[in-house]
């Protein structure tokens, strides 16, 4: 049976320990009625620190589905790449002591720096190599980890399709965000339905478009690869289609977690509630 779940990002400045803090976003959570509750890298997602999350969520009643954190495997240099892969595996041990089953790290942030071919395809061995790794050193730990469409680089649904396939391992697949593709200029619809065999975790997010033939919308909105504009929004608002996606990865039988991701201009509490109604509406349809 597919879970609600909210990432720790969406509640913007209210995370900031002069505000709500992180403890106060989990009880925030439980209180608009998520199942669960997924991370990013803050002050407590340390060592010494991690297992106060654990005992936030449990004595809320609230489950830690996901840790989500930065990460660069796109390097030529092999002293440097594995320096990187120690780091992620330090924090495969955080998410551990967090009590998350699951971790995403990024894998690039952005084109591979080589002097004579910086292509996707050239990236992979590396990439590959490193995930390949952390995912066996995971498994260990309990922990399945994660690659996302995410940063541009790897963002198209074949792009992160062939590095999951080149990772080649059981404990390693996709967290699916079905905004993101968007970024890519690409089809959510068409994306979600390449990328669900793999998808471990799903990411509801939602766009505003406006085409880049028009003039700049201004301040809050982003640039697509192709230079359309794109703003955050509520699920439901946008233009990812976010109801025929969820009924794509439904159809597939994924039974995880759905997270809401907001990076919108509202205010946050009144979009989460927006957000998890909508989720919830279009988990029934």
């Known amino acids: 049976m597919i879970k609600t779940c909210v990432s720790s990002y969406s509640f913007g400045w209210h995370a900031d320990e002069s505000q709500l803090g992180i403890m106060g976003v989990i009880e925030k959570a439980k209180e608009l009625g998520f199942d669960g509750i997924e991370f990013t890298e803050n002050e407590f997602t340390t060592l010494d620190k991690a297992h106060l999350i654990r005992d936030k969520c449990e004595e809320v009643g609230i489950t830690p589905v996901n840790f989500c954190i930065g990460g660069n495997l796109a390097l030529e240099n092999e002293d440097e790449l594995n320096r990187e892969i120690a780091r992620i595996k330090e924090m495969v041990d955080i998410c551990a002591l967090m009590g998350a089953p699951m971790m995403r790290h990024d ?98 997010k939602d766009f505003y478009f406006k085409s880049g033939a028009e003039f700049s919308p201004g301040d809050g909105w982003i640039v697509t690869r192709s230079g359309n504009y794109l703003r955050g929004s509520i699920i439901g608002f946008g233009s990812a289609k976010a109801a025929q996606s969820i009924g794509v990865l439904k159809r597939s039988g994924f039974d995880g977690y759905m997270s809401i991701e907001f990076e919108g201009g509202d205010d946050v509490f009144w979009a989460l509630e927006q957000g998890l109604k909508n989720l919830k509406r279009f988990l029934e349809l």
Do not use: W
């Open 107 to 204: 894998v690039a942030y952005g084109p591979f720096k080589r002097t004579y071919n910086t292509g996707y395809d050239a990236a992979i061995p590396y990439i590959a190599k490193g995930a390949r790794e952390i995912a066996e050193y995971a498994e260990s730990k309990g922990i399945r980890t994660m690659t996302e469409n995410h940063g541009f680089f790897s963002q198209d649904a074949l792009r992160v399709e062939k590095l999951v396939n080149a990772v080649n391992h059981r404990n390693f697949g996709a967290l699916i965000d079905i905004g993101n593709f968007m970024c890519a200029d690409e089809d959510p619809t068409h994306s979600v339905g390449i990328m669900t065999p793999y998808a471990f975790h799903v990411h509801c």
